[in-house]
């Protein structure tokens, strides 16, 4: 069946520092993919997506790039901030099934 | 503005009793969705509804029971028989379709049930 993996968190480091978080799915057929966010108390919001290979979403200085050959979708951002602590969370759609896949949710923890 | 809707913010229940929580959407989307996340966890699907008067049983739909009455609301009963409720609840709708968004849920602020 289809699924996402994501790295366990949490994630600490230090605010200006290169952030990778990993995101890994398995899907029979071509998925679109998702990173959303979920600051403290709150609902979640969606980062960005991507809906075929070699698509690359970008928002708010994140990035991923769908990768197909990998089934990877990792995020990354160049320079963190303290206000980017929040969990992050990787999931795939497939087109005939309103239904999210989800990814058990990787927490990021920034410090000053 | 449209968007997706929950109330109350927190609840407190005692035990035995059964609860209804609130989402209401004006993004005029089919679908829409309850989840539910404990501590430290990801999200499980509770229940989903693609059109009004019909829903279906997500991975943990024992003890909730919902209502699709109308396109704009989605209400979730925490029912005595759901043994541990204590959890956040998250609502979400999204477009219908394999011409819509790719399925780009989007979610409400979420109550906080606490059973005491």
């Known amino acids: 069946g289809n699924s996402v993996t994501q790295m366990e968190g949490p994630v600490t480091l230090s605010e200006e520092a290169f952030l990778t978080i990993n995101c890994t799915y398995t899907?029979?057929?071509?998925?679109?993919l998702f990173w959303y966010v979920q600051y403290p108390g709150e609902g979640l919001q969606l980062l960005l997506k991507?809906?075929?290979a070699d698509d690359k979403g970008s928002n708010k200085g994140f990035e991923a790039t769908y990768r197909k050959e990998t089934t990877s979708f990792h995020l990354e951002k160049g320079s963190v901030q303290v206000s980017d602590s929040a969990v992050y969370f990787c999931?795939?759609?497939?087109?005939?099934?309103?239904?999210?896949?989800w990814g058990a949710g990787t927490k990021l923890i920034i410090k000053p | 503005d449209g968007g997706i809707t929950q109330s109350p913010k927190y609840l407190f229940r005692k035990e035995g009793q059964n609860v209804t929580l609130s989402c209401e959407q004006n993004?005029?989307?089919?679908?829409m969705y309850w989840y539910r996340q404990d501590p430290g966890q990801g999200l499980r699907l509770i229940y989903y509804?693609?059109?009004?008067?019909?829903?279906q049983k997500g991975d943990i739909a024992e003890g909730y029971s919902v209502s699709r009455e109308k396109k704009e609301s989605f209400p979730l009963t925490v029912t005595s028989a759901q043994k541990n409720p204590t959890a956040f609840y998250l609502c979400?709708?999204?477009?219908?379709?394999?011409?819509?968004?790719?399925?780009?849920?989007?979610f409400g602020p979420g109550t906080r049930l606490t059973v005491l």
């Open positions: 979400a709708s999204s477009s219908a379709g394999a011409l819509s968004s790719y399925n780009e849920q989007f």
């Open positions: 993004l005029n989307h089919d679908a």
């Open positions: 509804s693609q059109i009004v008067n019909d829903f």
């Open positions: 899907a029979t057929g071509y998925p679109s």
């Open positions: 991507a809906t075929k």
């Open positions: 999931a795939l759609s497939m087109d005939s099934n309103y239904q999210l896949i």
